[in-house]
């Protein structure tokens, strides 16, 4: 009897260890927990640093951006959209430029008599005070009465708004900037990127002038008039005729004409020439 229970009892034992020593299934459970992880993190989205554009394409985006803005002032104020967009380019670095970045100052507006929030930045001097802005917008609005309300710009709003050269050099002229080549400048950015183009949104486009239809006879008369009288408008025989002092029968004559019809641009004989006296005598 004893040997039957202590042979049980071993046993017991044995079946006790044995499913102690069974971890097999949560081991599978946490290997496919953490391949589960890791493909997760491989196919979320990477957020991918700032790609650096070229100049061109970041005076493209600042057009695309801020070009409605600068007709709006145009339309409110008077200064040319394509002088107002080449200054916030050259002046912003076409907004991607350190006081444009810190202040939304696109045109480098320094202090004066501003009473606003203002910056400090390295220009002419070290350490400038310029304003500084909420917004673009209002960095453009500011432009246009900065210009609009100081005298010594009071000649630029005399230039025709299609006239961007003159604004240009006029700005220079004025004291906006120090840089003798400002005028080229933004001259340059204008034609380059057709600037201009929102002029002619806000003023309707030019009408371009007709070729003149007389062009060619003018070129006429010149070879022709020491030999005949080119016909124009409101011409007669009788008016010609009066004109080089002969007879209407005469000019009809001299240019075999059946009856007293002309056109414009026709050349008649006014004189005989020598070969052909003989026909005449």
């Known amino acids: 009897m004893v040997a039957f229970l202590f042979s049980c009892g071993g046993n017991k034992k044995a079946i006790s260890t044995s499913r102690a020593k069974k971890p097999t299934p949560r081991q599978t459970s946490?290997?496919?927990?953490?391949?589960?992880?890791?493909?997760?993190?491989?196919?979320?989205?990477?957020?991918?640093p700032r790609t650096a554009l070229s100049y061109k394409e970041r005076v493209q985006q600042y057009i695309f951006e801020f070009s409605a803005i600068a007709k709006d002032e145009m339309r409110t104020y008077g200064i040319p959209a394509s002088i107002t967009l080449a200054q916030g380019?050259?002046?912003?670095?076409a907004g991607y430029g350190e006081l444009t970045s810190k202040a939304k100052n696109h045109f480098?507006?320094?202090?004066?008599?501003?009473?606003?929030?203002?910056?400090?930045?390295d220009d002419d001097r070290s350490q400038e005070c310029f304003r500084k802005?909420?917004?673009a917008k209002e960095s453009f609005r500011d432009h246009s009465l900065f210009l609009k309300n100081r005298k010594r710009y009071a000649r630029l709003f005399t230039f025709n708004q299609r006239d961007y050269k003159s604004w240009a050099r006029?700005?220079?002229?004025?004291?906006?900037?120090?840089?003798?080549?400002?005028?080229?400048?933004?001259?340059?950015?204008?034609?380059?990127?057709?600037?201009?183009?929102?002029?002619?949104?806000?003023l309707g486009r030019k009408k371009q002038k007709k070729p003149k239809k007389n062009k060619e006879i003018t070129v006429v008369t010149s070879i022709t008039s020491s030999n005949g009288h080119l016909v124009q408008k409101g011409d007669t025989l009788y008016s010609i005729s009066r004109k080089y002092k002969i007879s209407v029968q005469e000019l009809k004559t001299y240019n075999n004409l059946a009856d007293?019809?002309?056109?414009?641009?026709?050349?008649?004989k006014v004189t005989v020439s020598d070969n052909d006296e003989e026909d005449f005598n």
Do not use: M
């Not at 900037?177 to 929102?198: G, H, N, V």
């Not at 007293?260 to 026709?266: E, L, S």
């Open 260 to 268: 007293n019809n002309i056109k414009v641009g026709q050349v008649l």
């Open 133 to 135: 802005y909420d917004r």
């Open 108 to 121: 480098g507006i320094k202090c004066h008599d501003w009473e606003g929030a203002r910056v400090y930045h």
């Open 170 to 202: 006029g700005l220079r002229e004025a004291g906006y900037a120090t840089d003798k080549k400002y005028p080229e400048k933004l001259i340059s950015i204008i034609e380059r990127y057709q600037l201009d183009e929102f002029d002619n949104d806000v």
């Open 89 to 93: 380019i050259l002046e912003s670095g």
């Open 30 to 48: 946490v290997t496919k927990v953490e391949r589960t992880t890791t493909e997760r993190t491989i196919k979320e989205p990477v957020k991918k």
